[in-house]
Nanobody, 125 residues
């Protein structure tokens, strides 16, 4: 059973940057695509980014394209989400998740089998 733990969330101002980390225990992440999702109060969970098992392919949701960067370190069993030019509408709980698949082609939540507990990101205007 894999456990995913996110960290790095916090309160920042609009325009600031923040890096989230997601570290796994109990299983290696190296053969699985990894995703980031977020959920704001009163809204559905939203896809943010996914990275393939090799790290060579990434896909981003439209609201974060060009501002966020997903990366991974398979030796450290950790996935990162570098967030730049943050906006108040980025405020949400951010979750990392392990995909059933190695590729980054599946971004629906149902494609992800394990989820972290989430970390809060709050962006003030």
């Amino acid at each position: 059973q894999v456990q995913l733990v996110e960290s790095g969330g916090g309160l920042v101002q609009a325009g600031d940057s923040l890096r989230l980390s997601c570290t796994a225990s109990g299983r290696s992440l190296s053969r699985y695509a990894m995703g980031w999702f977020r959920q704001a109060p009163g809204k559905e969970r939203e896809f943010v980014a996914v990275i393939s098992w090799t790290g060579l392919t990434t896909v981003y949701g439209d609201p974060v394209e060009g501002r966020f960067t997903v990366s991974r370190d398979n030796i450290k069993n950790t996935v990162y989400l570098q967030m730049s030019s943050l906006k108040p509408e980025d405020t949400a709980v951010y979750y990392c998740a392990m995909s059933k698949f190695a590729s980054s082609g599946n971004i629906e939540p149902a494609a992800f089998t394990s989820w972290g507990q989430g970390t809060q990101v709050t962006v003030s205007s």
